[in-house]
């Protein structure tokens, strides 16, 4: 991306609006990014800013950049992100079993050891979201409870970012979705694995862990309300028909709307010990079927958007026949990620493992340009893509 400052009194129809000098959600625009198509938008815009920042590779004047900037869209490549943001996770892995530990054993919440490395999180999320999308891929059926928080907090991340959520607002989003489930520590695993239906008693207990997360924060010093509304609401649905109070549409902050989707979305995504992991294709289909319903269409629409067709992490299948795993989203063109070649075209595993842009990439001179043509099922032909990116 190559963002150029320019005052709203310039502006002109065909500019990509790629930032405000404002967070996005203190205005009426819904999604962050957007292409000026009358002058209605810009007197809108005039409204709100004083000064804008456009995308000059998405809109006008793009012509003038694109044939000069073949990474079209990657400002910091994956693999210069990835050694930091593996760091980060692993610290923030083993912090937060430390803190599982010790309210297990009857201490209370301390969150100060893990403050600081979720704002590297945080950081390291603006920097590059591919590098933290990946490591949402690190997860078994058998240590889900533990990374789901985790992973969650990276997906509420990258939706914050993309509604132009200020620093400190993704800060306190990160926290609440990492503490969010707090409360189920006081259930014994058997339940909360439980492969058969559960009984009345069971869902009523299950949902008590709600109750059970607020007492656990609201005793916690230095957690923000924000955080504790995290809690309180991500299980409230937006037609009200959540637990624990039914509140609905505006009533569900906007921190546990959000959470809401990604805990869901992560869910679907993961595997479990008592359901079979989904395809990202799945799981988005199902998050836009309960638009409306279960959640704010508006931001169902805008999580999908951030994600793409074929995220990050994904298995694909290319026009040649070839297998990869997507590491790196293209800006310009969603549907031409940098990835990283695993099967050839006999479906046996390369030599080595090429990193390639589709924006740019063909297999030679006389060879049509390489598309993908579907994403795979998790686990396809045996393939954990974490191995080889990691």
């Known amino acids: 991306m190559i963002e150029k400052k320019v005052s709203v009194d310039y502006l002109k129809p065909g500019m990509y609006i790629s930032n405000l000098d404002r967070p996005w959600v203190d205005t009426d625009f819904l999604f962050q990014g957007f292409l000026i198509k009358t002058q209605g938008d810009i007197d809108k ?13 998405r809109g006008a004047p793009a012509e003038a950049y694109l044939t000069e900037n073949i990474e079209s869209g990657i400002s910091i490549k994956v693999e210069e992100e990835l050694p930091k943001a593996k760091a980060t996770y692993n610290r923030l892995t083993e912090e937060f079993n430390n803190i599982i530990d010790k309210l297990k054993s009857g201490g209370k919440l301390n969150i100060e050891t893990i403050q600081k490395d979720l704002h590297l999180l945080v950081d390291g999320g603006l920097r590059n979201n591919d590098a933290y999308l990946l490591l949402t891929k690190l997860k078994t059926k058998d240590n889900y409870t533990y990374t789901h928080c985790l992973s969650s907090s990276i997906f509420g991340i990258i939706m914050g970012k993309q509604m132009g959520l200020r620093k400190e607002q993704l800060q306190e989003l990160a926290l609440g979705c990492m503490f969010f489930d707090i409360g189920k520590i006081k259930y014994p695993n058997e339940l909360l694995v439980k492969t058969g239906p559960l009984t009345d008693e069971e869902i009523s207990l299950i949902k008590n862990h709600v109750n059970d997360s607020i007492e656990i924060l609201k005793n916690t010093h230095g957690i923000q309300q924000s955080v504790i509304d995290v ?12 637990y624990p109070a039914g509140k609905k549409g505006s009533e569900i902050p906007l ?6 989707i990604v805990d869901t979305y992560d869910a679907l995504t993961s595997l479990r010990i008592y359901h079979k992991q989904c395809s990202h294709e799945h799981a988005i289909k199902e998050l836009y079927s309960l638009r409306d319903i279960d959640f704010q269409a508006d931001l169902v629409e805008m999580f999908i958007q951030c994600l793409g067709i074929y995220p990050t992490g994904a298995l694909v299948e290319l026009n040649t026949g070839e297998v990869a795993v997507v590491l ?14 695993i099967l050839n075209r006999k479906k046996e595993f390369n030599n080595y493992f090429p990193i390639i842009n589709l924006l740019t990439a063909g297999h030679g001179k006389n060879e049509k340009q390489l598309e993908i043509i579907k994403t795979l099922e998790p686990g396809a032909y045996g393939i954990n893509p974490a191995e080889f990116y990691l």
């Open 45 to 57: 815009l005039k409204e709100y800013c004083t000064y804008v920042f456009i995308d000059v590779e």
């Open 255 to 260: 921190f546990a709307r959000i959470a809401g």
């Open 328 to 341: 790196q989203q293209n800006m310009i063109s969603r549907l031409k990620p940098r990835i990283m070649l």
């Open 231 to 242: 809690a309180l609401n991500h299980h409230e649905r937006f037609n009200g028909t959540g």
